[in-house]
C-alpha cells in the first residue's frame, strides 16, 4: 500500500510539473492579464504535445479551457472566420472531452451550450444543454451568470423553448441575495427583459446599460465575469 501511494505521489509530481506553464498562465487570464494571440496559440500547441487529450484530473483540463476559450474569443469571426471556426471546433472537442471527465459540472454544460449556440443555435439542443446545467448547477453564481449570458443573446424563440429554466434563473437573479451579482451583469436584451419583468416586475439588472449589452460580442464565449468559473 505505501509503495502504491508513493508512486501516485510520484506520477502527481511529474504531471503537475508537466502542466506547471498552463496552469499559471490560465490564472494570469482568470485575474484579467490576457496573453497575446500568438502566445494563447503556442501554450494550446505546447499542450496538446504533452497529452492533454489523455488527462482527466480538472487541475488540468479546466485550466486547459480557460486558455482555449480566451484564445477562441481573442479572435474575430468577421476578420478571420476560418481560423475562428477551427478554433471553435478544437473548443467544442476539447469541452465534449471534459464532460466525459466530469459530467456532474453545470458550468460545464452551459459553456457546451454557448458554443454550440455560437456554432449553429438548435432550440432543441439549447433546452437539453441547459436543463443539464441547471440540473447539476441550480444555484451556483458562476453558472448561473453564463446561463445569462447565453440567455442573453438566444432567439426569441429559443428563449420561448426555455422559458421554465429562464424563470428558475430569474427567481434567483432577482432575489434580494443577488443583488451584488445583477449590478455585475449586462442589462437584458428587450426579449429577456420581458421575460425577467414578467417574472419579477421589480427586478432590475444594470450592471451595463442596455447599449452596452447590444453591443456585446455574441459569438464570444467567456465574456466577464464568469472567465474564472472554469478551472476554479
Given at each position: 500500500?505505501?509503495?502504491c501511494?508513493?508512486l ?11 502542466f506547471?506553464?498552463?496552469q ?35 487541475a ?9 476559450l ?27 472531452h ?6 456532474t459540472?453545470g458550468n460545464?454544460w ?8 455560437a ?41 420561448e ?5 429562464v424563470r ?17 451583469i ?43 468559473s472554469?478551472?476554479?
Open positions: 500500500m505505501a509503495l501511494l508513493c501516485y505521489a510520484v506520477d502527481q509530481v511529474v504531471h503537475y510539473a508537466r506547471a506553464d498552463l499559471y498562465w490560465a490564472r494570469q487570464i482568470e485575474k484579467d492579464r490576457p496573453l497575446e494571440l500568438s502566445a494563447l496559440d503556442r501554450l494550446v500547441s505546447e499542450t496538446y504535445d504533452r497529452g492533454i487529450e489523455q488527462e482527466c484530473q480538472s488540468f483540463v479546466k485550466p486547459f479551457l480557460t486558455v482555449l480566451a484564445g477562441l474569443d481573442a479572435r474575430n469571426p468577421n476578420s478571420e472566420y476560418e481560423k475562428w471556426f477551427e478554433a471553435l471546433g478544437q473548443t467544442e472537442q476539447f469541452l465534449r471534459t464532460l466525459s471527465c466530469l459530467p459540472d460545464l452551459v459553456r457546451y451550450a454557448m458554443v454550440r449556440q456554432s449553429a443555435e438548435q432550440s432543441d439542443e439549447i433546452h437539453r444543454l441547459v436543463g443539464l446545467s441547471q440540473r447539476y448547477s441550480p444555484a451556483e453564481e458562476n453558472a448561473i451568470t453564463a446561463r445569462y449570458f447565453l440567455y442573453n443573446r438566444l432567439t426569441n424563440m429559443t428563449l423553448k426555455i422559458s421554465i429554466e428558475k434563473d430569474a427567481e434567483i437573479l432577482c432575489s434580494p441575495s443577488a443583488a451584488f451579482l445583477r449590478v455585475k449586462p442589462a437584458p436584451k428587450p426579449q429577456l427583459a420581458k421575460m425577467i419583468a414578467a417574472i419579477s416586475p421589480t427586478c432590475s439588472i444594470s450592471g451595463q446599460s442596455t447599449g452596452d449589452a447590444a453591443r456585446v460580442d455574441d459569438k464570444k464565449i467567456s465574456l466577464s465575469p464568469f472567465k474564472s472554469i478551472s476554479k
